[in-house]
């Protein structure tokens, strides 16, 4: 038990970490290949901050544990918008500007809807992963051209932040494999802990993802609005949430899928699904500008959000303290 917790604690830890040398190895390699920026910040940040998400649920997948995979699909989602915008807009109001109600948050909207039927018959088949897959590349194609276009969206990663001018081209493509590497090796001592605690406490592996591997797999997104707010980017910071729950929805429990299909637990549907939905509507609703074309996610309504995610989130530990003591 104590080793799993370790393995949690490291796998974690290794995780972030390895994303980010991940992103910067991978941006630089790109850079160097003459890769345009805004495609860098589309395809590869956007892709490496959801990379811990995406490792951990395959590797779930492939080793037969769907609850840890789809637990730690949606419920980054729930901490995305619950903890991470609701702490964020406790500590600045986010503006949210007409063209991210206009087109991100409806497709979000629409997304958190198909997940829901597709799983209603209690599994995602590999037809269902499939259909997730294609449309996310439609989004994706989307989402290119109208950057070509010149109309990028704030669900586009930034940039600015990368600095590709101080590594060489042989730093880079070291950081990459390294980075890819320590991403497998993470995950996999990740996936072995979470699993052993489960075992161990006798709660399902859907918990342990819906909570511990959910937020830390999170920690990116969180870093990374923080960061936005501060340079006062608020499109940057709603966009990467939306962008990142469409990441998770749809490419992350698609390949999950493909790779073994995956069983749902009715819990996952008539809990926590519905927390996703609830709190995709709330972020429409309260980010909808009513007088003017800016609307606004204020101090009380982050508190809220960030009280439902609280809520949700100390209910799924009591469920698994109260399941821990039954079986000791």
């Known amino acids: 038990m104590l080793l799993a917790v370790v393995a949690i ?32 910040g589309m395809v590869i940040i ?36 619950g903890l991470i915008l ?17 087109k991100e948050l409806p497709i979000l909207a629409a997304i958190t809807l198909l997940s829901g039927l597709l799983m209603i018959n209690g599994e995602i088949s590999r037809l269902d992963a499939t259909i997730m897959l294609l449309v996310f590349t439609g989004i994706m194609g989307w989402s290119i051209r109208q950057g070509l276009k ?12 990368l600095d590709t001018d101080q590594m060489s081209l042989k730093q880079a493509i070291i950081w990459l494999l390294v980075g890819l590497l320590l991403l497998m090796i993470s995950s996999r001592a990740l996936v072995w802990g979470a699993v052993e605690v489960a075992t161990s406490l006798g709660v ?12 830390g797999t999170s920690l990116p997104e969180l870093a990374s609005a923080f960061a936005s707010i501060k340079k006062g980017e608020h499109d940057l910071a709603i966009g990467n949430v939306i962008g990142s729950n469409l990441f998770n929805t749809l490419a992350v429990v698609g390949l ?24 995709t509507a709330a972020l429409f609703v309260m980010g909808y500008g009513y007088k003017d074309r800016i609307g606004q996610i204020n101090r009380v309504e982050g508190a809220i959000l960030l009280f439902v995610f609280i809520s949700y989130t100390t209910y799924l530990l009591y469920t698994l303290s109260q399941v821990a003591g039954l079986s000791a």
């Open 256 to 279: 999950a899928g493909v790779i073994h299909p995956l069983a749902v637990d009715p819990e996952l549907l008539s809990r926590d699904w519905p927390v996703m939905a609830a709190l």
């Open 150 to 161: 010149g109309r990028a969206d704030p669900i586009i990663g930034s940039t600015d932040e």
């Open 86 to 102: 609701g702490l964020t807009a406790v500590l600045s109001p986010i503006l949210v500007k007409a063209s991210v109600l206009r």
């Open 204 to 215: 399902s592996d859907l918990i342990i993802g819906l909570t511990i591997v959910a937020i």
């Open 9 to 40: 604690v490291f796998g974690l830890a290794l995780l972030v970490w390895s994303a980010d040398r991940f992103i910067d190895g991978a941006a630089a390699t790109a850079h160097y290949l003459g890769v345009p920026t805004l495609l860098i």
């Open 46 to 81: 956007g892709f490496g901050t959801s990379a811990p998400e995406l490792f951990i649920s395959a590797l779930s997948a492939s080793q037969g544990n769907p609850g840890l995979a789809l637990g730690n699909g949606y419920g980054s989602n729930i901490a995305n918008i």
